[in-house]
Every structure is written in structure tokens, then in C-alpha cells.
């Protein structure tokens, strides 16, 4: 899938290991990368394409996402990456986080770093709100959220809130296919969402057909997605609780994820 942007700008997934998606930006002759876990299928496609990568940016320290960083530099030396700044990484790059911005002159785009402390404490996304663009690493994913692997609930849950509160049009682009598995534990929560069902329909098709589930929107996470959801009564229903504080629910939510 292609998808086609402000200033003739294109978004393309670069499938890679199991199920992560390296995200390629580009205008027809520079590229920025997002997370490239693997360098083989990124040089693939700038080669195809003819392409000169000039940016990479990574959202967290997770080897699947940053693996292929130095194989990339190897090619071209002068690519700029930028990382979490509370992160440690082997590679040079510029340490990141809010509120800094980060201009890509070659694509004409800028980027406001978010600090989303949750699945790794150091964890950031790339937004650009003239493009309506978010690059989320894994705490956002189509119909679902990461795993806390260093972050507590309520520091998860708060970054979800924030990212929750970004323009409904706001496109999603997370660094994982988890979207038709996370659908289907969140109509074990909510078996009556409208929504929710027709999503589970077009991300079948999708998946059927071999296409990315994503973007996804902030307006269709708003609707679908259950933990963005949590003061939802059918959701509170759903697990025993009622009037319950959110980041309880949303602690509940994850637990019951991981073992689905």
C-alpha cells in the first residue's frame, strides 16, 4: 500500500521480520526511515526506487527496530539519525525528545518529538502536524497498544491519552501487523461496537489480500480501540468493574492482552 502525501510526499511499509513494518518516507529522491530493524529490504527499495536515504529515526532501542542502523551508515555516512535521548545507543546520532523539533529540509517536513514513557521508558513518536503524520514505534497499534516492558500502566496509559488527543484525521503509522488479532480480543470486550465490527471486516479483507491494515486513523483508535477506551461502560462491563478509575482498567486490559 501506498499512500500518497502533502508535497508529493509517499509513505511506504517495508515489511520485515515476522511482522514489523519499517516505514520508508520519501519525495522521488530523498528518504527518511523509521525504525529499520533490518537493513536488506531497506537498501532493496532505495535501490529500487533510487532513492538516497538521508534521515533515519528511531522510537525506541528494541533490536527490531534498530538492528539495521549500521549497516544503513555503512552505505551512507552522512545519514542523520535521531534516538531517544534517554536510550543508550552504539551508533552516533542526535539525541531526541520533547520538546524538540526536527526539520527534514529534503522532504520538506518537520517533526515535534512526543516522550511516550511505557512499553520502554525512553520510547518517542514523530509527529507532524501539518501532514497529520504519526510515526508511533509500538505504543500505538491498530486496534491495541504495546506490552510494558519497563513503563508502569499509569505511564502507558498516559501516553496513550496524549496521543489519543492529537487531530482525529491524524494518521497512524505503527511498527506492527497485530491489528486483526487486536480487533478480535476487543470485540470480546465490546461485542456491539458498530464500529468496531466493520473494522474487523475491511482489516480481514485486507490482511486476505495481503495489504497493511495500516495507517490507521486517531478518529478510528478513538472508536475501535480498547485502550483508548477504558471509561467505556460496556468495556468496564466486560471485565467486572464499573465507575472504575481508567489506568485500573487499562492495567486489567493489558493483562488480559498479553495472555489472549
Known amino acids: 500500500m ?15 521480520f515476522k511482522d514489523n513494518y519499517i516505514w520508508l518516507i520519501h519525495n522521488g529522491l530523498h528518504a527518511a526511515i523509521v525504525d529499520p530493524g533490518d537493513a536488506i529490504p531497506v537498501l532493496e527499495i532505495l535501490d529500487r526506487l533510487n532513492l538516497k536515504l538521508t534521515v533515519i529515526l528511531i522510537t525506541h532501542h528494541h533490536y ?38 526536527i526539520s527534514i529540509k529534503e522532504l520538506n517536513i518537520i517533526f515535534s518529538l512526543i516522550d511516550l514513557p511505557g512499553h520502554t521508558l525512553g520510547h518517542v513518536a514523530y509527529y507532524s502536524e501539518k501532514n497529520q503524520l504519526l510515526f508511533c514505534g509500538d505504543t500505538l497499534f491498530g486496534a491495541g497498544c504495546g506490552r510494558l516492558f519497563e513503563g508502569t500502566a499509569s505511564q502507558m496509559y498516559q501516553s496513550l491519552q496524549r496521543l489519543s488527543a492529537l487531530p482525529p484525521a491524524t494518521k497512524v503509522y505503527c511498527s506492527h501487523e497485530y491489528t486483526l488479532q487486536n480487533i478480535n480480543f476487543a470485540l470480546t470486550l465490546e461485542q456491539n461496537n458498530f464500529f468496531l465490527i466493520n473494522r474487523f471486516k475491511q482489516t480481514q479483507t485486507f490482511r486476505e489480500n495481503n495489504t497493511p ?6 478518529a478510528l483508535e478513538r472508536a475501535t480501540n480498547p485502550f483508548l477506551r477504558c471509561t467505556n461502560n460496556e468495556i468496564q462491563s466486560s471485565i467486572g468493574l464499573s465507575n472504575a478509575d481508567p489506568v485500573e482498567v487499562f492495567s486489567i486490559l493489558r493483562n488480559n492482552r498479553n495472555h489472549y
Open 2 to 16: 501506498i499512500d500518497s502525501m502533502h508535497h508529493d510526499l509517499q509513505i511506504i511499509p517495508i515489511p520485515a
Open 64 to 101: 527490531d527496530h534498530i538492528d539495521g542502523v549500521a549497516t544503513l551508515l555503512k552505505h551512507s555516512p552522512d545519514i542523520q539519525v535521531y534516538a531517544p535521548k534517554l536510550d543508550q545507543y552504539l551508533f552516533e546520532h542526535a539525541p531526541v525528545g520533547e520538546p524538540d523539533k
Open 213 to 218: 491494515s495500516l495507517p490507521s486513523t486517531i
